[in-house]
């Protein structure tokens, strides 16, 4: 918990396979942060079978998008929550398309606070591609692990030692629908937060200990921390 004007509102913004979650968890614990990932989010409704889960589950087997209207009323109820908590929040996998934003910076006008930054945690498309299919996702803390090789049987969660799955949508056919939906709805993003003066980037690629060290001299520069 933090005092008003302390509080960091942070949104994440990156391919899928970026490494947003990854980097979210490391700020989180670094930041005293909560980390709100829509992605992990649906997934516990689906397993839960809740009424959420089972509409989302339809759009995110193909690589779609879940529709707007779904998530700015999820977004709305958690970021209100957050406020009266005075906690400070990373925003992964939302939003993800322009109305999404427009509803994001809306909501905050409203709670009367701004948004600290869109960071932008830049990837090449062939290196996303590359991750994704080898990505593979634990059962119990939603970490991932990467096995460009194959995934070795006895593989289990290196953070905590839970079983290892495959996300049904890091397969081959998914992923390329994805890219494409991340091209056409979420890439516009860059310039509308860019236009906004609230876009900041670090390059993505090296291992989540280099990217992290770029975001916390990012941090420091702009004086967050
Ligand atoms: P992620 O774990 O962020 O890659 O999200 C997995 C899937 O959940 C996406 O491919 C979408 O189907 C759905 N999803 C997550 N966040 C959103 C969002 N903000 N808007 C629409 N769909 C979303």
């Known amino acids: 918990m933090k005092d008003e004007e302390n509080m960091i509102r942070l949104v994440l913004l990156g391919g899928p396979g970026s490494g947003k979650g990854t980097q979210a968890d490391i700020l989180k614990k670094e930041l ?15 397993q839960e079978d809740s009424g959420l889960g089972i509409e989302a589950k339809s759009y995110m087997d193909r690589g779609e998008l879940v529709p ?49 930054m869109a960071l932008l945690i ?38 905590c030692g839970g079983e290892l799955y495959q996300r049904d949508d890091d397969k081959r056919e998914t992923i390329l629908n994805r890219m494409s939906v991340y091209k ?14 609230l876009l900041e980037k670090v390059a993505g690629t090296g291992g989540p200990v280099a990217v992290s060290e770029r975001i916390k001299t990012l941090f420091k520069e702009k004086g967050i921390v």
């Open 68 to 116: 707007d209207s779904v998530m700015i009323g999820i977004l709305e109820k958690i970021t209100a929550d957050f406020e009266k908590e005075q906690q400070s929040y990373i925003l992964d996998g939302f939003p993800r398309t322009i109305p999404q934003a427009e509803a994001l910076l809306k909501m905050m006008e409203k709670q009367g606070v701004a948004l600290t």
């Open 122 to 159: 830049d990837v090449p498309e062939e290196e996303l591609v590359r991750r994704l299919s080898s990505r593979w996702t634990c059962m119990s803390c939603s970490a991932t692990v990467g096995y460009p090789e194959g995934k070795p049987d006895n593989a289990v969660c290196p953070q």
């Open 32 to 46: 005293e942060m909560v980390k709100l990932s829509t992605g992990d989010l649906l997934r516990r409704e689906i």
């Open 184 to 197: 056409k709805n979420t890439e516009p993003l860059i310039a509308y937060f860019e236009k906004k003066g």
